[in-house]
C-alpha cells in the first residue's frame, strides 16, 4: 500500500526517509523509491521487492542532501517493475512526484501530453502529474512549484496525496491533498519539517504535526510551512501534539480507530484495486488465486462461507459472481456449514471471506471443504494467517490492519475483492466481452474519489446522531444488492451503541416488522436510484403511513424520495455495482456518532473481540 515521506531540514535526508518507509513498512507494497537533491541535480534510487533492496541501493550508492522525498508502491498502473516505482521525474528533470491514489483521466492526459512531445518514461498514472507540472511551470529558471502544482491539480480526476520537489526551488516541497486517497501530515521539528502520509513515520523526529484537509496544499521550508487552499485562500494551520505512544500516535487526528478507518477507505480500497486491474488493456490480474481457465470453466458452484461483518460481504459478493461470472454462489455462515453434512465435490469452490483469517468457524469450514474435495479459496486481510497458509489460493484485501473492533475497512475491501473475484471468473469463463470488462474496470477506477466524496457528508451524520441516539429500535430496509447492506448497517449499530437493531429485505416488512413501526422505531430505508428503487419508494410510503421517522440513503439530487422522508443522507451517483460499497459508508459513520454521543468505547464494544477463535 502506498506510502509517503518527504524531508526538508538540515540533516542528511536519505536517513530520514528511509526510516520513515520503514516505518509504513506494516502496509506491505512492492516497490519503493527516494529523491534527494544535490548539486543542482534530483538523484533519485528505486528498486522493487522490500525496502531492503531500496537500502542497499543507496548504501552501494550513497544520496547526499538535506530535501527529499520517498515512497513505498502499491501497483495500481504498470506492472511492478522499477521504472513504474515513485518518485516520478518529469522529461527534464526539473520536477520529481510521488504520489497515492489513482489519476482517473491519466490517458486522456497522457495522450494529450504525448502529442505536444512529451516522452513518458513509466507506466504509471502518476508519471503524468509531474509532466503536467513541468509544462505549467514552463521553461526557463523561473517557474514557481507551488503554482505550477495547483494548475496540473485542477486537471486531475480522482483523489490524490502528492508531494512534489523541484530544482528550480531545491528550499522546499509542495504537498496536495484532494479526496481521500491518504492523508498527508506535516510534522513539526525545529528548523525542519517532515511530510508523510501517516505520522507513524516520524514519530521519531516530531511529535507535533498539522493534517492536510482535502483540496487543500501546503509548502513546506526548513523553518516554516503555510497551508492554503487549492483556490489560494490561506488556511491557519492547527498544530496538533501526537501522543508518545505508536498505537495512538497511529489514530492521528481521528479520536477512534474506527473513524480512521472509516476515512481509510478511499486510500485502502485504492490498495485493493493495486495490481489486480490492468487499466490500459482491461484485463483483472489475480496470479494468487492459482486458478487456470479450464478449472474456472468447471466449476458448478461458489459456496461462500463467513462470520459476521465477513458474511455480509459475501451476501453482496454473490450478487456480483452469480451476475458476471454466472456462477451459482451459496452464502453460509462459518458457524452452521459443517453440522449440515453439506454436498460437496472437485467442481465446487469453497471461499472463505475472513478478515483476521483466524475465525475458528470459518477455518472449520475451510477444513470441511478440503476434506470433501472442494477447492478451497480466501479473501483475508492478516497477511500470513491460518485462512490464507491453508487456501489452495487467496485474494488478499490489502486494507491495512484494522483495529476497532467494528469492521468496516475490512468489508468494503472484501467487497471490492468478490468484485475482482467476479470479473476475473467472467473473464476465465467467457461470460463477459472486453468491451464490458473495460467498462468495470473504469467503474472501479471512479471508487476511491467516489468514497472520498460520500465522506464528506460525515457533518450531516453527525448531526443526525445528536437527533436520533436516544432512541432503542431501529429497523434497516434495504433491496437487491443493498439488502446485506442494510443488515451491515444494522450490525454496526447493534455492535457499537447497544441499540437494538433489525436489519430487513425490504419487501418483507409487510410481512412482520411492520407490526414493529411506529413513531418510536426509525426506520432507515437504503433508496438509490437503481432497479429497485420505485419498490422502496413505497415501503417508505408506507412506514411514514405508521408514523415512523424515516431516514433515507439517497443518491444525490434525488428529489422524490427526500420530500417524503424526515432525514435525508445523500450518496454519489454510481453504478450499481458500487452502490453497495457507497452506502454502507454513512451507516459506518452513522452507527459511529451514535456511539460517540453515547458515550460507549467505540473501538472495543463490551463482550465482542476482534478476532473469534473460540467455538
Ligand atoms: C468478530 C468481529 C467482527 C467480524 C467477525 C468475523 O465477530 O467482531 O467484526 O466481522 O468476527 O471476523 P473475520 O476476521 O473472520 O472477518
Redesign the pocket.
Known sequence: MCGIVGYVGSREASPVILDGLQRLEYRGYDSAGIAVFADDTIHIRRDVGKLSNLRARVAASPLTGSVGIGHTRWATHGAVVEKNAHPHLSMNGDFVVVHNGIVENYLELREELTAKGIVFRSDTDSEVIAQLIERYAGDGAHGDVAEATRLAVRQLRGAHAIVVLSRRQPDRLVAVRIGNAGGVAVGVGEGEHFIASDVSAILDYTHRAAFLESRQMVIVHADRFAIQMLDGTAVSAHVQSLPYDPVSAAKGEYKHFMQKEIFEQARSITDTLGGRVDFEHSQIILPSLNLDPERARSLQRLVTV??????YSALVGKFYIEKLARLNVEVDY?SEYRYRDPILDSDTAVLA???????VD?LAAMEEAREKGALVWAIV?TIGSQAMRFADGHITMNAGPEIG???TK?FTASVVDQYLLALYLGMLRGTLTPGELRAHARELAKLPDLIGRTLENEHTLRDLAGHIHEYTNFLYLGRGINYPIALEGALKLK?ISYIHAEGYPAGEMKHGPIALIDAHMPVVAIALRDNVYDKMLSQVEQAKARNARVIALVTEGDTVISSKADDVIEVPACSPFLTPILSVIPLQLLAYHVAVRRGADVDQPRN?????TVE
Do not use: M, P, R
Request: net charge negative; charged share 10%; with cysteine.
Open positions: 463467513a462470520c459476521g461483518t465477513s458474511y462459518g471471506i475472513t478478515q483476521s483469517g483466524e475465525t470459518t486481510n473492533v467494528a469492521s475490512a455492535e465482542l473481540a476482534k478476532s473469534v
